[in-house]
T-cell receptor, first 120, second 109 residues
């Protein structure tokens, strides 16, 4: 069971970036997926989630700027990030939720993360 | 300010017992918040230890246990080992949001 993030990089304030998270060795369409970020030297912050049925959920800090989506045919979840700010600089992790719908429970599989740096 | 509170640092002796707590800046933590606990070794991805207050994740040693103590969620490590030295984060499920605490840096010495 594996998650592999990609798409991070350096972007200017106000710019956009799309992160991808490719899943393998589990029935991807059967589980909710989520993104969690960690700013340098800081704690974890939940960012967004998508249920197996593609219902979407966002933290207040990113709502209206970030869009989560999934392509079950590609076993991939995406995070489209627009209007990026310095405070969005972080390692972004994707994680699998141990359930189909978004709700409480374990985030039981995590990727290794991809780094996003927002700076001019 | 962090809504979910944790001790910034704690220490424990090898073989000892330590309890990390997870509270709310305003109010009490109950099982209705489905508290979970994650361990993160610096530079690595988090690992789920406990979910839904008490349930150990697959492969987690039974020296880790979750509970509610008073008005807080708690993670107790019994018989601490050197490789338990790590950062620990609790997370509460609140109205479709997952809200992380600021984390506890645990030193084993």
């Amino acid at each position: 069971v594996q998650l592999l993030e990609s798409g991070g990089g350096l972007v200017q304030p106000g710019g956009s970036l799309r992160l991808s998270c490719a899943a393998s060795a589990f029935s991807f369409s059967s589980y909710a997926m989520t993104w969690v970020r960690q700013a340098p030297g800081r704690g974890l912050e939940w960012v967004s989630a998508i249920s197996g049925g593609s219902g979407t959920f966002y933290a207040d800090s990113v709502r209206g700027r970030f869009t989560i989506s999934r392509d079950n045919s590609r076993n991939t979840v995406y995070l489209e990030m627009n209007s990026l700010r310095g405070e969005d600089t972080a390692v972004y992790y994707c994680a699998k939720k141990a359930r189909y719908s978004w709700g409480p429970g374990s985030m039981d599989v995590w990727g290794q993360g991809t780094t996003v740096t927002v700076s001019s | 300010q962090t809504v979910v509170t944790q001790e910034p640092t704690l220490s424990v002796s090898p073989g000892g017992t330590v309890t990390l707590t997870c509270g709310l800046r305003s109010g009490s933590v109950s099982t209705n918040y489905y508290p979970s606990w994650y361990q993160q070794i610096p530079g690595q991805a988090p690992r789920n230890l406990i979910y839904n207050t008490y349930t150990r994740s697959s492969g987690v040693p039974d020296r880790f246990s979750g509970s509610i103590l008073g008005d807080k969620a708690a993670l107790t490590i019994t018989g601490a080992q050197a490789d338990d030295e790590s950062d620990y984060f609790c997370v509460l499920y609140m109205n479709t949001f997952e809200v992380f605490g600021g984390g506890t840096k645990l030193t084993v010495l």
